[in-house]
Each structure stands twice: as structure tokens, then as C-alpha cells.
């Protein structure tokens, strides 16, 4: 019955990296290369996941490669405190705000809004990973048109093999849960690949990059 079980789940993995393997995404970039912004401000993220550092945790992770991609990201100590001292607090209150009103106040070429569908650590039966799944898209400004969307994800366990069978799973799920629980975050450097997945320029289906890049203009 378990080789069955194990035979089973082998074959939906396989299936599953299969169907990812073979989906490609066309980009239209028509927008962006027409706006071609310079500064962006990046929005606090929505969070869709159970835990509340979801938000924070994501948000000191993307300005880095927004600015290795050649942009200027508004810091996100003015953003935020500008939006606190306008009774602005909550991620989905400031996503409300029109594009023309972000301009005004922080005169960017666009925002970036973020949402986090996955943060934190999941425990199963045979499995314990980190996980954190976020998707973005870039708005002008000026306009309000969207230029350009994306989502990516990064999993604590990728690259892992466990070579102890079905008991040194089980207990390698169980250490990873125990270690998970006692650190204050543990999806946070997580966060940070999926952030570079999510947001750095010249990959398939990617930013643009921006003009502080010395690739500006080749992409």
C-alpha cells in the first residue's frame, strides 16, 4: 500500500513539474517601453497568508532588486510613515489610492503592488518547507495602466534530497517544523529569493530594466 502511495505521489510530482515545464508566458511590453518609469514606490503588500509578518517581511526584501534593475524606489521608511501620517495604515487601505494621488505625493513614474499568497511554514506528513509565493504588477502613474505583472515563489526545501527514507523524512519534517517554530522568521530569507525571483530584471517574462542599469535600454 505504501509503494503504491509513494508511486502515486512520484507520478503527480513528475505530471506536476511537467505542465510548469511546458507553460510559457508572452509578455506585451508595448506599455512599459513607452512609460519607461525611473522611480518607483512600492506599496506595503497585501497579505492572503495566515501570518501577520507576511507584509513587512516581503516589503524589505523587493526594493533591493528594484534597484539592482536601475531604478530609484522611493525608501520605504518615507512610504510608509507618509501613508501613517495620512491615516493610512493598513495595506489594503493604501492600495485604494488612486495612481494620480501616489503621484503627487511621491512624484513616481509608478507603484508596485504586491500580494503574498504563501508565508511561512507548512508541516505534512512527509514534508516541512518554508514557502512564500508573491505576485506583483507594475502601474504607471501617470495613466494608471498596468505596464507589467509577475509572480513568483521559493521553497526552503528546493535542491533538498533526503537519503534516509521514509523515517529520515519524517524526522527531518519535524526538526525543520521545531527549528521553524523557535526563529522569529523564518520565511524571511525566503522572502528574499522569491523578492529576486519576482523582481529582477533580464529573465523571461521579467522587468524591464530600469535607466540606472548600464543594460538600460537593451531589453
Known amino acids: 500500500m505504501m509503494m503504491r502511495l509513494l508511486r502515486l505521489c512520484a507520478g503527480l510530482l513528475i505530471a506536476t513539474l511537467a505542465a510548469g515545464c511546458a507553460q510559457t508566458k508572452t509578455v506585451d511590453y508595448s506599455a512599459f517601453k513607452q512609460s519607461r518609469p525611473r522611480t518607483i514606490v512600492v506599496l506595503p503588500p497585501l497579505n492572503e497568508s495566515p501570518d501577520v509578518k507576511a507584509t513587512y517581511g516581503m516589503l524589505s526584501q523587493v526594493t533591493y532588486p528594484l534597484a539592482e534593475a536601475g531604478y530609484y524606489v522611493v525608501p520605504v521608511a518615507l512610504m510608509d510613515e507618509t501613508f501613517r501620517l495620512n491615516g493610512l495604515t493598513t495595506p489594503g487601505d493604501i492600495h485604494q489610492v488612486s495612481p494620480q494621488k501616489l503621484r503627487e505625493i511621491f512624484g513616481a513614474d509608478a507603484a508596485l503592488y504586491v500580494t503574498v499568497s504563501k ?87 521579467g522587468l524591464l530594466y530600469g535607466p540606472r542599469s548600464p543594460k538600460y535600454g537593451t531589453d
Open 119 to 205: 508565508y511561512g511554514t507548512s508541516y505534512m506528513v512527509l514534508s516541512s518547507a518554508t514557502v512564500v509565493t508573491a505576485g506583483a504588477k507594475l502601474v504607471d502613474l501617470k495613466s494608471g495602466a498596468t505596464l507589467w505583472t509577475g509572480s513568483a515563489s521559493a521553497s526552503s526545501e528546493e535542491g533538498n534530497v533526503n537519503a534516509g527514507g521514509l523515517i529520515g523524512m519524517l524526522i527531518s519534517a519535524a526538526v525543520h517544523q521545531i527549528v521553524s517554530s523557535v526563529q522569529d522568521d523564518a520565511a524571511y530569507p525566503v522572502a528574499g529569493i522569491a523578492g529576486q525571483r519576482l523582481l529582477s530584471a533580464g529573465r523571461n517574462s
